[in-house]
């Protein structure tokens, strides 16, 4: 089987709020093969340059666009393709959108293995872990601290036993960073888990001090509080609170991660399927997290091509123990894109036992949002 062709498209809401929900538009990959089979992937990332780096032409032989490296290959070589994109692409790929941009052709190689083999993804990296698997609800934060209490006792009522917010209004002042926990314990009442994503707003000691001021209301984890590079801040902030820390949805490959894990001591590592270099990168990445003692968790909040992708990789790693669940209530695009939405129910998803990824798109719905 060879590879005949890579498309991508964008697709986009007709409202685009100005907030951190990457839901409101989507990068959807296709790989087609010769065979008939179409694997399909995406990236969240920034869309169109993303696009740039699919579709660019040779330019040098550290610069050169993916479609055109991976053209009459054998989709079933994963790791050689994997390292021939990164390779032919160091020069301005070696991180961030390059890395992003591999990751929605690797998804798409191990759709087409799946379906030519007849077999789910987490069948062929020999996983097999779980029949179904707990999702926590994953929203942003309510415009105030009541808001988010609101929202907090919905998405119980939802039957989650795990909840995630995020992001703005985290960081403006510290008396409403209190009030977002405490009404969001207050919502959920004693016994659902709540995590917390502060979405990079403090340094260091302001974490720290956060840390503290939120303990009493009983947070799993302390997400993101601080911007990706600042290892050392990490480090000191993991080492003086018993909170877990968890990162990693910055990050776009291996290298990145081990920073992450040895130098900044997080206690939880988010990987994200359609940033961090696949299946395949995201494999590794999760056995450098299991030789540390780390759990491994996916990061995912765009379309259910993620969540799928998530599934697969949750299933088939040991160290995996709950899953991101965008539970948004506004957004709408994902519901469009996708014939199968994979619906938590009670808190869980079922594992597809579908071949490949077991999911298709709606190619309805995939005209009617697409931009370019
Ligand atoms: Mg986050």
Known sequence: MKITDVQVYYVRQTEVKEQCDSGQDALIVKVFTDAGITGIGEVDSSPLAV???IESPFSHTTACGLRELVIGED?????????????GNVYGGRRGVGVHAMSGIDIALWDIKGKALGVPVWKLLGGGFHQEIRCYASVLFGNTPEATGALASRLKDRGFTAVKFGWDPMGRNAETDVALVREARRGLGKHPDLMID????????TALQRACAFAEHNIFWLEEPLRPDDYEGYRRLSEA???RIAA?????????????MDKGKIDVVQVDLTRCGGFTEARKIASLAEDRGLPCVNHGF??????????HFLNSIPNSFIMEYVAEEETTLRDHLTRQDFVAKDGYVTVPEEPGLGVELNEDG??????I
């Not at 989709?75 to 390779?87: A, D, I, Q, V």
């Not at 765009?302 to 599934?311: G, Q």
């Not at 995939?366 to 931009?371: A, D, E, G, L, W």
């Open 302 to 311: 765009t379309t259910y091509v993620n969540i799928a992708a998530a599934i």
């Open 241 to 243: 609170t018993e909170i």
């Open 248 to 260: 990693g949805e910055e990050e776009s490959n291996r290298f990145s991660f081990l920073e992450l």
């Open 51 to 53: 696009k740039g780096a």
């Open 198 to 205: 502060a979405g990079l707003v403090w340094d260091a000691k």
């Open 366 to 371: 995939m005209r009617r949002f697409r931009v």
């Open 75 to 87: 989709p079933f070589e994963t790791e050689k393709l994997w390292y021939k994109m990164y390779r």
